[in-house]
């Protein structure tokens, strides 16, 4: 007979003796607002399993990730700052995160650890469920880290016909503009240089979409210099940081009446496409966006 477990309170799914966990590793991670979103879909769908959170320290992720066999734990999610690093320590990654240098996501099949990155797929799947068109487009991405990566690649993916990486350090834009170019179809291109092309009137006149995939913003009140005047009424403008309140990089935009989104979901999709992953069916995303929203509307941030 199964016996059903019992709930610890309404919402939050229940543990007992057959949970199985999901988590996340980072440092610092208690900002993260994935176990909310995981578990508001284990509860929806009465799973036995669990998503937390683990803070670990870059001296301990190779041990971490020994314990993810150890433990039996399903699949971990990666972020700050162990996303580049532990796709060295993994049994195999897919091409996706290697083209992208990175792993968010990693699964274990019976002991090995397989890396995977849902951050392309996530904000693709959030621009096209946003109504936004790139086909035939130019696209100015500003940022050359992991999530610039994931926005030139969803450009890409999304028919864009330029895409153009602004990054403070060039030489970083141009080493992702060379690997990001290797996927670029026919028809697609893709050019790099500083920050100055935030200032270029010719560029800022002909892109459909300006993405920030930096970090500016996050805990700075202004975004960098940007003359978001040049840019045509339709222009629409993407942060992948995200919340409560409208970004630094969205405020100018939203002074001149351009569409702007942040980056909450990405972050959605991407949750969406890991639980997927670690569970093997397909995630409740409304239950999951809606605590996504609660969880960014009582973080206060
Ligand atoms: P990262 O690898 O550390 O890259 C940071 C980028 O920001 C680099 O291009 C860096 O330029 C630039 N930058 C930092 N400080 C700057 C400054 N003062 N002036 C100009 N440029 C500056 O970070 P990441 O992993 O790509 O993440 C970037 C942002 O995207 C983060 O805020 C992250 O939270 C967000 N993100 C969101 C999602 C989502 O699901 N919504 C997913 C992934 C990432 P240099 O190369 O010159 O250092």
């Known amino acids: ?29 208690g900002h993260s607002l994935s176990p909310a979103i995981h578990n508001a879909a284990y509860a929806a769908l009465g799973m036995e399993r669990a998503y937390v959170a683990f803070e670990v320290k870059p001296e301990h992720l190779r041990d971490a990730m020994r314990a993810v066999t150890a ?9 700050v700052p162990h996303k580049v690093r532990a796709l060295r320590m993994l049994s195999g990654a897919s091409g996706e995160a290697r083209l992208l240098g990175a792993a968010n996501c990693v699964t274990n099949r019976r002991g090995r ?13 959030a621009v096209e469920s946003l109504g936004v068109v790139l086909r035939g487009t130019t696209v100015l991405t500003i940022g050359a880290g992991g999530g610039a990566a994931a926005a030139v690649l969803a450009a890409l993916r999304l028919g864009a016909g330029r895409v153009v990486i602004a990054n403070r350090t060039v030489a970083k ?22 920050l100055d092309k935030l200032a270029d009137p010719a560029l800022l006149g002909d ?12 805990k700075d009140h202004r975004f960098l210099r ?16 995200y919340g409560a309140e409208p970004t630094p990089f969205m405020r100018p935009a939203i002074v001149l009446k351009r569409r702007c989104f942040d980056g909450r979901e990405m972050l959605l999709y991407q949750a969406a ?21 609660e969880a960014l509307g009582a973080s206060g941030r």
């Open 173 to 194: 834009a141009r080493a992702l503009g060379l690997r990001l170019s290797a996927v670029a179809g026919p028809g697609q291109q893709v050019e790099w240089g500083g």
């Open 273 to 293: 496409l890991a639980f997927r992953i670690f569970n093997g069916i397909e995630p409740p995303v409304d239950a999951m966006r809606l605590a996504l929203n």
């Open 207 to 218: 892109v459909a979409a300006v993405v920030n995939a930096t970090s500016v913003g996050l």
């Open 71 to 79: 433990l039996g734990i399903l699949g971990v999610n990666l972020t």
């Open 113 to 125: 650890l397989l890396g995977d990155n849902t951050d392309a797929r996530g904000l693709q799947m």
């Open 1 to 29: 007979m199964v016996v059903p477990a019992p709930r610890l309170q309404p919402g939050l799914p229940a543990l007992c003796g057959r949970t199985r966990l999901t988590a996340i590793f980072g440092n610092p991670v």
């Open 226 to 241: 940007c003359d978001y005047g040049a840019t045509q009424p339709q222009t629409v403008f993407y942060d992948l940081i």
